[in-house]
Structure formats: structure tokens, C-alpha cells
């Protein structure tokens, strides 16, 4: 499991650490975890041309000194210094010393222009609110040149603790992060400008719980119910669906794929779609009598493509048993019977949704993905799984948020969010918590649709049909 700690829990550690090592010892691991990135990035570093960007402060510190390695192994490097009475004294010194040259911002975008990589060293894990004017060029001078573009900890004008990018930023091709991951590296919009991440670990002792988890492979292989001999279908869990209208039986159909491969023993079926369920999937147990009619369920889905039909939703809601609330059911749902719940509510919005929720604009919640989320957890009082480029599964009872990026950009489909919601509530009948039920889904229901995709278009019962090869792939 990759895990994330906030700003404030890493400087804790920092400082716990730094008092029993010796003076510098600290910036010099990191800086020669930096340097090995780098070194590893150009392949050949004798002859090669590096610009360090340097802020102030022990960022640009690191900076400097992995820049003081590469020269001495022949690379040549110039340093820009932005706040050049504030550079680090002793990383400056150290470059100085292996054949490196310091200069100001004139001319900067040049040397930035002629080089193979740009180390972004402008602004340490404490920044905020996008980059300072005086940066502004250098980044997007780095952003058109031809060179790598590395950055130190996290690029430049990215928030560290929230993932959100509110102003200019650097876009690296590769984030060396000292010590864990910060959430700003695997939530977008943030995620977008990191390229790829390289964790050197430079010895910090950290708390047990961090401020975000995105699950692995093996993470996820513990989560998923998997039967005994002892099993039969009501032991395994059943779902129940309650979704699909005259308008939109396409959602009932794709909701119940997704429930079918997700690990309950049975899918009950409740909604106008009967028949177009039963003509695609003839296992599934289907009911015209409402909810409370339909027989006995672990868990609901309710609200794919369910229109108007807030009696249904209501009927759900008021169940108790895990209910997951997707789509047309977010809308229709009483706010004051979903706080009343006493057993566990899944909410699936995709940004859309969650704006107007909340009362936001759209973009709101898009750039402020880990914020949204556990404002809707807490509104609710539900377990809320924000879904996006980067899905974000955040508990009304706080703790670490999980996040989850195995998807790709082909998910964004009609009918794909129907096939999740299916998954989800699947995982929920067979027993899995609010929390252990979406992000399993989530990571899932994204390793099906690049399975499915293959770099194509791809529709929505594809992914479902992909389901069963990723959890193949998860649990082998």
C-alpha cells in the first residue's frame, strides 16, 4: 500500500530525525537519492547540460547538492538562482566547489532551452497558491523545452497537503519525493504535473495512520470475498439493484453486470427493466413488487438511471442494510433520511454530482478533489467515493481517504459509472465495509477498463465483461 502523510506529520519526523543525525546529514541523503534519479534519468551524465532551479530554503538545498554530484561525475551545471541572498549557503558552496556555476533569472530561459534536464528546486512541500511572477517563465520555459524536467519533493506551485494547483505550476516528468508520498503526488490535479514518482526513503519514522492510502494489488487480493466449501448464494451475499426506467433500462442491465462479477451469490433486481435484465442476464432474480417486496438482500444499489422515481429511492434508503446511491439516487434522496441511516451508505458522484451537492461549481470539486469528498462524507454522514481521473473514497468517520488511479481516460463512458455502482454494491452484500467495498470496486472496475481499452474505445459492458480477468489479476 502506498500511503501519503501531510505536510505538518512530515516536518514532525524531519525534525525527530535531524536531532539525532549529524548537521546536513538529512539533505544530504536526499540529495543523493535526487541525484541518482537524475543520473538515472539522462543515462549519460559525463557531457550532459543540467539547470537547477533554485528557490529558497532546503529545497533548492537539495537541489544544489545533488547538482554538486552531477558535476562531479561531469555534467555540466548552471544553478538560477530566483532569491539569490537566500540560496542555500552550504548546497551553493558544494556546487561551486565540484565545477557548477550559479546565475540569475537573465538568460535563464536560454541555458533552460539548451538543456537535457531541469531540476525544479523552486519551492519546497510547503508552498501554496501557485507559483510566484518571477517563476512563472522559467516553468514554462522548462515546459517547452526539449529537456527532462525532475522535480525535488513535489513540483513547484502544486499544494502538497490537498492536490489542488491554484495558479502556475511546474510539470515534471518525474517527482523525487524524500521520505512517503504526499497526497498532492496521487490526487489530480496535482497528480498531472508529478509525471511519475521515485520515493527515496531517507529513514523517517512515521505514524501509523497517514492522511491517504491508494491500495495495491496485494491491498486489494485480502479485500475480495472469495467462498468456502460450506458457501451457497445466501451465504455469499445477495445484491439488490433497484435501478433502470422506461427511459434508461440500459443502466438496470449494466448495473446488474457489474453486481454479477463482484462476488455476491445472487443479484435480486427490482425496477421497470425486467425484462431487458432477464433477456441479458437470466441468473438474475427479478421482482415488479418494490424493494420491501422483493426478498431478502445484504446490501442495495439504488438510482442508476432510476429518472423520477424517488419512492423507490426513499423505499432504499430507508432499508437497513448497506445502501449504495449512485447517480439519479443522489439527487432524489431526502439529505435528513440519509444522515439518519444506522447502517453503512456508499455515495458514488462523479464531480458533476458532488457540485451540486454541495452547492458548488463543478470545477470546485475538481480542483479540490480530497477537500470535496470528505465535505460530502461529513454532510452525509455516508462513506462517499468521488469518482474521477484519480477516484477518492473519503469516511464520514475521518481517518486515512483512499485514492485510486488504475483507470484511464477510455471509463469516461456512458454507462460506466452504472457497471461501478453494480461492483461496489456486490462487495457490500458479501460484507466488505463502505470503504473496503468502494475502493476494492474502484481499483477493479479501472484495471477492467484498461483490460477492456487496450488503448481503444471501449464501452461500458466491455468493462464489465473485463472484470473477472482483473481479478484474476489482483488475486494471481
Not at 146 to 159: F, K, N, T, Y
Not at 215 to 226: E, G, K
Not at 279 to 299: I, W, Y
Not at 361 to 379: F, I, N, P, Q, Y
Amino acid at each position: 500500500m502506498r500511503t501519503a502523510y501531510s505536510v505538518e506529520t512530515v516536518r514532525a519526523a524531519e525534525r525527530e530525525l535531524m536531532a539525532r543525525l549529524p548537521e546536513g546529514a538529512l539533505m544530504q541523503r536526499a540529495a543523493a537519492g535526487l541525484a541518482a534519479a537524475c543520473a538515472d534519468l539522462l543515462g549519460r551524465v559525463y557531457g550532459s547540460r543540467v539547470v537547477l532551479l533554485v528557490g529558497s530554503g532546503d529545497n533548492g538545498g537539495d537541489a544544489l547538492y545533488a547538482g554538486a554530484r552531477l558535476a562531479r561525475r561531469g555534467a555540466g551545471v548552471a544553478a538560477v538562482l530566483l532569491a539569490p541572498e537566500r540560496a542555500h549557503a552550504g548546497g551553493l558552496a558544494a556546487l561551486r566547489r565540484a565545477g557548477g556555476r550559479a546565475v540569475g533569472t537573465d538568460g535563464a530561459e536560454e541555458l533552460i532551452e539548451r538543456a537535457d534536464l531541469v531540476v525544479d528546486g523552486i519551492v519546497g512541500i510547503g508552498g501554496k497558491g501557485g507559483l510566484r511572477a518571477d517563476a512563472v517563465p522559467l516553468a514554462l520555459a522548462a515546459e517547452r523545452a526539449r529537456a527532462a524536467v525532475v522535480a525535488v519533493d513535489l513540483p513547484s506551485g502544486v499544494d502538497a497537503d490537498t492536490g489542488e494547483v491554484r495558479g502556475a505550476a511546474v510539470r515534471a516528468d518525474l517527482t523525487v519525493t524524500f521520505g512517503t508520498h504526499k497526497p498532492g503526488l496521487l490526487i489530480d490535479p496535482a497528480r498531472e504535473y508529478a509525471g511519475s514518482v521515485r520515493l527515496v526513503d531517507i529513514g523517517l519514522s512515521l505514524p501509523d495512520e497517514a492522511e491517504l492510502e491508494a491500495l495495491q494489488h496485494v491491498d486489494v487480493a485480502r479485500l475480495l470475498p472469495v467462498p468456502s466449501g460450506e458457501s451457497d448464494k445466501y451465504r455469499r451475499g445477495v445484491v439488490g439493484i433497484a435501478a433502470g426506467s422506461a427511459r434508461y433500462p440500459g443502466a438496470a442491465v449494466l448495473a446488474v453486470a457489474g453486481a454479477l462479477r463482484g462476488g455476491a451469490g445472487a443479484v435480486r433486481y427490482v425496477g421497470p427493466a425486467g425484462p431487458a435484465v432477464i433477456a441479458r442476464f437470466p441468473e438474475t432474480l427479478v421482482s415488479d413488487l418494490g424493494p420491501r417486496k422483493a426478498g431478502r438482500v445484504q446490501a442495495w444499489v439504488v438510482g442508476p438511471g432510476a429518472g423520477e422515481d424517488a419512492a423507490t429511492v426513499a423505499e432504499v434508503v430507508a432499508a437497513d442494510v448497506p445502501v449504495l446511491i449512485d447517480a439519479d439516487g443522489l439527487r432524489l434522496a431526502e439529505p435528513d433520511a440519509v444522515r439518519a441511516r444506522t447502517a453503512p451508505t456508499l455515495m458514488t458522484p462523479h464531480a458533476g454530482e458532488a457540485a451540486a451537492l454541495l452547492g458548488v461549481a463543478r470545477e470546485e470539486v475538481e480542483g479540490a478533489r480530497l477537500a470535496s469528498a470528505r465535505d460530502l462524507a461529513a454532510r452525509y454522514a455516508a462513506t462517499v467515493l468521488l469518482k474521477g481521473s484519480t477516484t477518492v473514497v473519503a469516511d464520514s468517520g475521518g481517518g486515512a481517504a483512499r485514492v485510486n488511479a488504475t483507470g484511464t481516460a477510455w471509463l469516461a463512458t456512458a454507462g460506466s459509472g452504472d457497471v461501478l455502482s453494480g461492483l461496489a454494491g456486490s462487495l457490500l452484500a458479501a460484507g466488505l465495509t463502505a470503504v473496503d467495498a468502494g475502493s476494492a470496486a474502484a481499483y477493479l472496475h479501472g484495471l477492467a477498463g484498461r483490460f477492456a481499452a487496450d488503448g481503444a474505445p471501449v464501452g461500458a459492458h466491455d468493462v464489465a465483461a473485463a472484470i473477472p480477468g482483473a481479478w484474476r489479476d489482483v488475486r494471481e
